[in-house]
Structures are given as structure tokens and as C-alpha cells.
């Protein structure tokens, strides 16, 4: 791979029985880049980050990170999950732990980390995104919107290279979708290396380095935002913009 790419993802397929989920993926991502994933529903996204983290087995191809090498053949998906950080639509909280218990359970069980260094980080990043107040509140406590975030403070304990964030937003109401959205570009200013599925086509066009647009399982079209919001090289991408009026 080249010096700077952090993720190369090859031949990837998924399948369900006869039903193909993913039809041989080919996507190159480098470190700090933010590559934003769209399409309609159904065409596969939400399956195509599961399987870079483990939680969807792969049916043929490879995923190969910089420093670690192929994803469930040269290293464990154990570990991977710990690498590889992901937050999902519906948070995953534990409603019977609270905020700082949720995101000390990784770094101490998994990596096997002193508590009071990682509670020290733990700290560090609730400053960051605007939640050290609620250090010690449960989930029911919280909103939808402080849930993701503590959500993304998890996964950013473990010291992932890569983040994955899979419709961080769409199970929000609009006045909590920009709090979130505000620390996913907080991470993008700090060098991040993220992919990221959502239809804030806003957020698209102004953070992401790489679109990717999906189509039935494929990549059917991989350019910069501005030639993807600006020319859209296929029918189905110009469709799918035009849903949000945003292609004319």
C-alpha cells in the first residue's frame, strides 16, 4: 500500500444466502482522510462498515490496515474492535451503568488498562465534547443527542486508528443532530481518519475528503464532494440528490 493509506478494503463480498450484500468492494482510505458514504437505503452501507469492524463475516475479499495487516486473518476481530472504533444509530449504551462506567468497560476489560489512566482520558474527551457534567448520570438521564456523544467518547477511549460512524444522527431529533454532528467535525480538524454513513448532505459536502456512493451493493461512484454534489457522473446519484433537491 501507499505511505499514506491507512485502509485498503479489496474484493469485498458479502453474501446472505443467495443474496448479495456487497459486490466486490474496492476503496483505498488514507490516514486523517473522511470519507463520506451515501446511497438509499438498503444498498449496503451500514453492511459494508460491519464487515471492516467484524461484526458481519466476510464471504471473500480483504481489508488490510497499515501497521497491523489483514483484518481477521492477521489480527483477530477481537482486537480489531479495539483499532477500528465504530458507534451505531442506537448508541449501545448500558442503561445499568453510568457514563463513565459505559466507557471505562472497554479500555479496562479489552486493552486491560489501568482505570485511572483511562478514566483520566475518559475526562478529557467528556471536556471535549461538552459533557463532563454528566460524568456520572445513567442513560435513561440523557438525551438522544448527549447519548451519541457519550457513544463517540466510548469508542474514542480505546485509541482507535480509524473511526466508523454509522447514521450517528438519523435516530435524532434536528435540534440534537447538530450537537453530534459538531464533534464528528471536531475530529475530522484533528486529523481523524473516519468513514462515515449519513444522509446530512450538508455535513457531506462540507467535511468529507472522498464520497462514495452505493448503489445495490456496489461503489458506483467514488470522487471529491465537489464533483459529486457539482456532476454527478451516474443516473442514480443524480436521482438520489435530486430527492433532496439539491441536484438540479
Not at 24 to 43: F, H, N, Q, T
Not at 127 to 139: E, T
Amino acid at each position: 500500500m501507499s505511505e499514506d493509506v491507512l485502509l485498503k478494503v479489496k474484493g469485498l463480498e458479502k453474501k446472505y444466502g443467495d443474496i448479495e450484500a456487497l459486490k466486490g468492494i474496492d476503496l483505498e482510505v488514507k490516514k486523517g482522510e473522511v470519507v463520506v458514504v451515501l446511497g438509499p437505503s438498503g444498498c449496503g452501507k451500514s453492511t459494508f462498515l460491519r464487515c471492516i469492524n467484524g461484526l458481519e463475516e466476510i464471504s471473500k475479499g480483504e481489508i488490510h490496515l497499515e501497521g497491523y495487516g489483514l483484518l481477521g486473518k492477521e489480527i483477530p476481530f477481537e482486537k480489531v474492535r479495539g483499532i477500528v472504533g465504530m458507534v451505531f444509530q442506537s448508541y449501545e449504551l448500558f442503561p445499568h451503568l453510568n457514563v463513565i462506567n459505559n466507557i471505562l468497560l472497554g479500555p479496562t476489560k479489552a486493552q486491560n488498562r489501568k482505570k485511572e489512566e483511562a478514566e483520566k482520558q475518559a475526562d478529557e474527551l467528556l471536556n471535549r465534547v461538552g459533557l463532563f457534567n454528566r460524568k456520572f448520570s445513567y442513560p435513561r438521564e440523557l438525551s438522544g443527542g448527549q447519548k451519541q456523544r457519550i457513544a463517540i467518547v466510548r469508542a474514542l477511549c480505546m485509541n482507535p486508528e480509524i473511526m466508523l460512524f454509522d447514521e450517528v444522527t438519523a435516530a435524532l431529533d434536528p435540534e440534537m443532530v447538530r450537537e453530534v454532528l459538531m464533534v464528528l467535525l471536531e475530529l475530522a480538524k484533528n486529523g481523524m481518519t473516519m468513514i462515515v454513513v449519513t444522509h446530512e448532505l450538508e455535513f457531506a459536502k462540507h467535511v468529507a475528503d472522498k464520497i462514495v456512493f452505493m448503489e445495490e451493493g456496489k461503489l458506483v461512484e467514488v470522487t471529491t464532494p465537489k464533483e459529486f454534489f457539482n456532476n454527478p457522473k451516474t443516473e442514480r446519484a443524480k436521482s438520489f440528490l435530486a430527492s433532496f433537491d439539491l441536484y438540479k
